[in-house]
């Protein structure tokens, strides 16, 4: 178990300085109006400051929330680079001035954390963002559980990359990684986050449906990330057609490896809705592919998208969705997650829509659509697996 340890240094020029210590994220709290989190390289992780919530993301991407009052939405937004350049700058300025008035009071381990974030200025920001490039293709998206996971690319994009409404892996084509250059993705990684790997507490596997892999290839992907990074649960997608193509013993053996949840989009339990998206497979063989991974002892997190199909088939894409999940039997390691959908004026989903002639939902409908996916889905699974919200514009790696 994680220890943490917490001082508070009062001083007559700053207040009430409180530091926590834990052993791989050190958060400095001043008179509890801001507050700033670094990993122990002294990479800012979070801050709260003028009311806003950031998120630093090791991409080099900073995410700013702001939780407004109801009705009001809550604001989500990545910032420019020069705006990320512009707050490394704050934060390093404010920091350095709570360092200058307690120096003095700390003990020699705070003293090395303060080194390590006062080095982790913009420059070094820049070199970050520049060995990430360099490591990683952008990581589009992960489940929300698996926001602190290392995410590895044993796979760059997505084998059918078709869907209407999905737009995460159009800019690049499906590739496999080679246990060589796996290796050395691995290698670039861990110089990459240096002792901020600490603060990871598994691995997912990118990008959108790796484990749809041959099996001797997973094999020897696999046996990679165990030599480098032994000990670890693994995590990934995989789209329903390419959960279909492997065996009970197949899942079984990567059970073994430390697989432990495979994600998969159901998107709707309703063939008319699901026929809308363009995605491989159907309901039904998700119930059958689910049953045969369960049966292996490895976990799901099945997606559902809220929205799609408009106004018009609402009514059955809720009530065919939650029979779906009924009838996958669903329970405590597994998850359910409901995606509101996001999709721009020009993307294949919306023109088809329109061709349709069906009205999307609007934004109170579709948090109503949202409320009753949810509860449907508790009662649904009888409260067994846990159902949550996914917006993928949260997300940041
Ligand atoms: C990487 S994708 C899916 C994993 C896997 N490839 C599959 O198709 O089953 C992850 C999830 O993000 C969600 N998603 C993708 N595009 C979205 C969009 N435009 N709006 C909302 N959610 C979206 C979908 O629910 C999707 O299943
Ligand atoms: S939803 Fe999944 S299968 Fe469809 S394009 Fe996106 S990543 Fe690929």
New binding site residues.
């Given amino acids: 178990m994680d220890t943490a340890t917490t001082s508070v240094i009062t001083t007559p020029e700053l207040g009430s300085i409180h530091i926590n210590a834990r052993p791989w994220a050190l958060t400095i709290s001043d008179n509890l109006r801001a507050t700033f989190t670094f990993d122990r390289e002294g990479r800012p992780l979070s801050c709260f400051l003028n009311g806003g919530n950031y998120r630093f993301g090791i991409s080099g991407d900073i995410l700013l929330k702001i939780v407004a009052a109801p009705p009001a939405p809550k604001l989500r937004q990545l910032l420019s680079e020069d705006e990320c350049v512009r707050l490394h700058a704050t934060v390093h300025a404010h920091v350095a001035r709570i360092v200058a008035g307690v120096t003095h009071a700390l003990s020699d381990d705070l003293r090395g954390w303060f080194a390590q974030i006062m080095a982790w200025d913009e420059d070094r920001a820049l070199v970050n963002r520049r060995m990430f490039q360099s490591t990683y293709l952008p990581i589009?998206?992960v489940?929300p559980d698996q926001y602190r996971a290392l995410v590895l690319q044993i796979t760059e994009g997505?084998s059918?990359n078709r869907?209407t409404?999905?737009?995460?892996y159009r800019d690049r084509h499906f590739r496999v990684k080679s246990p060589v250059a796996l290796r050395q993705h691995i290698q670039q990684v861990k110089a990459l986050l240096g002792r901020g790997l600490g603060m990871r507490r598994s691995i997912f596997l990118g990008?959108?449906?790796a484990l749809i892999v041959s099996q001797q290839r997973l094999r020897e992907l696999l046996q990679v990330i165990h030599d480098e990074l032994p000990a670890q649960d693994l995590y990934a997608?995989?789209?329903?057609f390419g959960a279909e193509q492997k065996t009970t013993d197949e899942y079984a053996e990567l059970r073994a490896a430390g697989v432990r949840r495979v994600?998969?989009?159901?998107?709707s339990g309703d063939e008319a809705v699901f026929n809308l998206l363009n995605?491989p497979g159907s309901p039904q063989q998700c119930i059958t592919t689910v049953e045969r991974i369960k049966m292996a002892g490895i976990h799901v997190g099945i997606?559902?998208?809220a929205g799609v199909g408009g106004q018009s088939l609402a009514p059955q894409h809720v009530a065919q969705s939650l029979s779906v999940l009924t009838a996958m039997g669903l329970d405590a390691g597994d998850l359910v997650?409901i995606?509101?959908?996001?999709?721009s004026d020009d993307?294949d989903?919306t023109s088809r829509m329109r061709d349709l002639g069906i009205v999307p939902l609007s934004s109170s409908a579709l948090d109503t659509q949202m409320d009753e996916l949810k509860t449907g889905a508790r009662l649904a699974t009888q409260g067994r697996p846990r159902v949550a919200l996914?917006h993928?514009e949260e997300w940041l790696y």
């Fill in positions: 589009s998206i489940p997505c059918w869907c409404f999905c737009s995460f990008d959108a449906n997608f995989l789209d329903i994600y998969i989009g159901l998107e995605k997606i559902l998208l997650y995606s509101p959908l996001i999709v993307s989903y996914y993928i």
